[in-house]
């Protein structure tokens, strides 16, 4: 049974859980969308029916990240409150989940929907992908894990070329640095995606989940506290005149003038 919430379809195929990010034109993400996106992953948790999980996006994008239009100029107390109780969650859900998560990333990954490409297991792509760091271009700083994630995936060198330069990562290049397992057509990447889910589904998931808890242990141990910290530092990045100049360039289509202030 499907189920349509806040920009999410969210539907079981067999023992695997499919997540689709569908809020055009780009599945940017807004605070129900996330909520939503919380409750899912949380019940796809708990659920010993779920065996996999499996996150992908409609259309062109997978994630643009946050819907940036929407927040204005938020204060930092609510943007601090809102990633610790709403957006980490996400992220914390998908890397601790005792079951295989699969991101099919079918455009670009920007922001917080590179933050939820990157804490799935493994990361297919279609040509089309495109990963994306996105928040130093309008003025602010990493969170949703992307600070931890990012540069343990791809290491410290191509993530600091993708915050300081806004250079992306196209699919070829992410397959090149082991961040996805394997790049496709975008026809064939619902395919392909759907025969991994249904692989990992039939796995031996007790033991993929003791795996994954092992390898959380050796990669990610401060995860949780690492994103705390994220939250402050964007919260102290959202109350500049830098950030609110790169949210009105965004808004306006045109590329911002910052003045390190």
């Keep these: 049974m499907a189920e349509e919430s806040h920009g999410l379809h969210v539907e079981c195929i067999g023992a ?22 919380r409750s899912a992953l949380q019940s796809a ?4 029916t779920v065996r996999c999980v499996w996150l992908t996006g409609d259309g062109r994008f997978f994630s ?23 957006y980490n969650p996400c992220i914390l859900l998908l890397r601790t989940m005792p079951k295989p998560v699969l991101a099919a990333v079918n455009g670009p990954a920007a ?8 804490a799935a297991d493994q990361r297919l792509a279609g040509r089309s992908a495109r990963f994306v760091f996105g928040f130093t271009a309008i003025g602010l700083t990493a969170d949703c ?16 070329r993708m915050a300081f330069q806004e250079e992306s990562l196209t699919a070829e290049q992410a397959e090149a640095c082991g961040l996805v397992a394997s790049v496709c057509e975008d026809s064939e990447l619902e395919k392909q995606a759907g025969a991994w889910a249904e692989r990992l589904a039939a796995g ?3 033991a993929l989940a003791l795996t994954k808890h ?6 990610f141990p401060d995860l949780e506290r690492r994103m705390e910290e994220e939250a402050i530092r964007q919260a102290t990045a959202v109350d500049t005149a830098d950030a609110q100049e790169g949210v009105r360039a965004f808004v306006e289509k045109r590329r911002p003038a910052f003045r390190g202030a």
């Design 16 to 37: 695997v859980l499919r997540i689709t990010f569908n809020r055009p034109p780009a599945n940017a993400f807004e605070v129900p969308m996330a909520q939503s996106l």
């Design 45 to 48: 948790s708990e659920d010993s």
């Design 64 to 86: 643009a990240g946050q819907d940036v239009s929407s927040i204005g100029h938020p204060p930092p107390a609510m943007v601090q409150q809102a990633l610790h109780e709403i």
């Design 111 to 118: 922001g917080m929907g590179l933050g939820l490409a990157l």
């Design 145 to 160: 894990g992307v600070s931890a994630l990012l540069p343990a995936w791809v290491g410290p060198s191509q993530a600091i």
């Design 204 to 206: 031996p998931t007790h």
């Design 214 to 219: 092992a390898f959380n242990r050796s990669v």
